[in-house]
């Protein structure tokens, strides 16, 4: 049974960085597509990145997600973090090799972990 968890999040300061981890217990990376979500207050859940067998890693603005295969976790640096990113961060996987922001076909997901960025 795939089991997920996150961590690395806590308080931090607008403009710092931060990288949360994700490591999967009972797969291989590359069987899954994993993918990065936040949940801020009040808002529904957004997909970040993703990346599968086929995309060592991914990035868009100040994401970036890497991979360490021998510690079977996947990464997610936030650079420069903004009030606005918030949230909580979960890490969830799917069992095949599409990425997508849809949350709706992972199946399944970590505990997430917690970034409140204030000063």
């Known amino acids: 049974q795939l089991r997920i968890v996150e961590s690395g999040g806590g308080l931090v300061q607008p403009g710092q960085s931060l990288k949360l981890s994700c490591t999967l217990f009972?797969?291989?990376?590359?069987?899954?597509?994993i993918g990065w979500f936040r949940q801020a207050p009040g808002k529904e859940r957004e997909g970040l990145l993703c990346?599968?067998?086929g995309l060592v890693d991914s990035e868009k603005d100040r994401f970036y997600i890497s991979k360490d295969y021998t510690k079977n976790t996947v990464y997610l640096q936030i650079n420069g973090l903004e009030s606005e990113d918030t949230g909580v961060y979960t890490c969830?996987?799917?069992?095949?090799?599409?990425?997508?922001?849809?949350?709706?076909?992972?199946?399944?997901w970590g505990q997430g972990t917690e970034v409140t960025v204030s000063s």
């Open positions: 990346v599968n067998k």
């Open positions: 969830a996987a799917k069992l095949d090799w599409s990425c997508t922001a849809n949350s709706e076909v992972f199946n399944y």
């Open positions: 009972g797969a291989a990376l590359d069987s899954l597509a």
